[in-house]
Each structure stands twice: as structure tokens, then as C-alpha cells.
């Protein structure tokens, strides 16, 4: 039962657009939420996170929003840069439990298009 | 320049055989982790280790083998006993073991195939 979804494997950008990655949970417990983005052949880097108590959450370019009625977040990129392609994870767990709770999702391939 | 070293980056075995993944941190992190990646999955938590001779099932870790005799060090054994081998396998660690204050820093992984 996959707790975490994201419902689209891949997702194609135009450089300098917005690029938007959605994710959507079943678990109402989960509190805390992080996003981690990958290259190929290379381990998972953190990339931001955010709390429940929290809709927002901005870092430079990379902006996520959570509403915690419809179970969903989404990482906004703008602009989106060649250097963003990559695999995008979003992850949740509840918060004061361990790191060994993080629950992953699927994966987003973001490709941006110079 | 601290990280994590996951060796070798790529592995073949023949079906049958076991094979250890080597897992090394220099970040001075107390827990580690193995996960499993596979495609059109999310990851998957095989073992996890918070403390020195300590480690904790995951959710997926029927046909591993793990141990922690050192800090800096979480070598995963994938034993015959696993029936899908093939996969892109993670180590990772973390200050402590709440993911709140302590994003998970992972190596580069090994890409294991058993044929």
C-alpha cells in the first residue's frame, strides 16, 4: 500500500518555466515533509523540507506548498534550470519518530528543455 | 571532505552467491541506513542502525544481513535467501535518528546484478 504517490513518472519544462512536482499522501498522520532529487547513479540529496504547521516553505528557487485538506504537496522550481533535471522523491513521516519512517514515493523524472 | 563511500559502484554474482556492500561514513552520523531502489518504486528501508552493535529490520529485509561493529561502518550482505537481488542499493546516514533535524546524507550507491 503506497502511503506516499506520485502520480506522474516523468515531467518535461521548457527552461525558465515553472516546473511543478505533485505529491499526494494517504497517511493523515504524516506531519513532516521533505522533497530529495537525484541524478543518475548517484544517492538521493535533501533539497527542502516542510512542517504541517506550515502552507509554505521557500528556499532560493525552490518554493513547497502543503494542504493538508486534500493530503497534497507540490515543489514549485522557477526559474527552471538544465541542472534541475533530475529524479525528484518526495518523502513524509511523522514527526519525533525516526528517520527509519520515512516513507518515499515513487519518483518524478524532471526534464527541462533548453 | 566528509561523505559517504558505498563500494563497489557496480557488482555481479551469480545467482546462489552471497555478496557484501561496503558502507562507509566519515561524517561522525550515529545512524545509518540500507535501501533498496527499484524502478517505478519508491525506496525501500532493507536495515537500519542507530547506535554501534545495534541494528533494527526494515520493511523489507528477509534475505539481508547486516552489522555494525564500527561507527563509520554498515556493510549490507545480501544472502541467496533473496529472491530478487537485482536492485540499486543506497546507504545513507544521519546525526541521529530523527529525521526532523536530520536529513538523511546517502552515498552514491551500488548497483547490484545477479544473474
Known amino acids: 500500500d503506497q502511503q506516499v504517490k506520485q502520480n506522474s513518472p ?3 519544462v521548457q527552461e525558465g518555466r515553472i516546473s511543478i512536482l505533485n505529491c499526494d499522501y494517504t497517511n493523515s498522520m504524516f506531519d513532516y515533509f521533505l522533497w530529495y532529487k537525484k541524478y543518475p547513479a548517484e544517492g538521493p540529496t535533501f533539497l527542502i523540507s516542510i512542517s504541517s504547521i506550515k502552507d509554505k516553505n521557500e528556499d532560493g528557487r525552490f518554493t513547497v506548498f502543503l494542504n493538508k485538506s486534500a493530503k497534497h504537496l507540490s515543489l514549485h522550481i522557477v526559474p527552471s534550470q538544465p541542472g534541475d533535471s533530475a529524479v525528484y522523491f518526495c518523502a513524509a513521516f511523522i514527526s519525533n519518530f525516526g528517520n527509519e519512517k520515512l516513507t518515499f514515493g515513487t519518483g518524478t523524472r524532471l526534464t527541462i528543455i533548453p | 571532505d566528509g561523505g559517504i563511500t558505498q563500494s563497489p559502484k557496480y557488482l555481479f554474482r551469480k545467482e546462489g552467491q552471497n555478496v557484501t556492500l561496503s558502507c562507509e561514513q566519515n ?3 550515529d545512524a ?3 535501501y533498496r531502489q527499484d524502478p517505478g518504486q519508491g525506496l525501500r528501508l532493507i536495515y537500519y542502525s542507530q547506535i554501534v552493535n545495534d541494528f533494527q529490520k526494515g520493511d523489507i ?3 539481508y544481513s547486516v552489522s555494525r561493529e564500527k561507527k563509520e561502518s554498515f556493510p549490507l550482505t545480501v544472502t541467496s535467501a533473496q529472491k530478487n537481488p537485482t536492485a540499486f542499493y543506497l546507504c545513507a546516514s544521519s546525526i541521529f535518528g530523527d529525521a526532523n533535524n536530520s536529513p538523511l546524507h546517502f552515498g552514491n ?6 544473474t
Open chain 1, 10 to 12: 516523468s515531467l518535461s
Open chain 2, 27 to 29: 561524517l561522525n552520523h
Open chain 2, 32 to 34: 545509518m541506513y540500507w
Open chain 2, 61 to 63: 529485509a528477509e534475505g
Open chain 2, 109 to 114: 550507491g551500488t548497483r547490484l546484478t545477479v
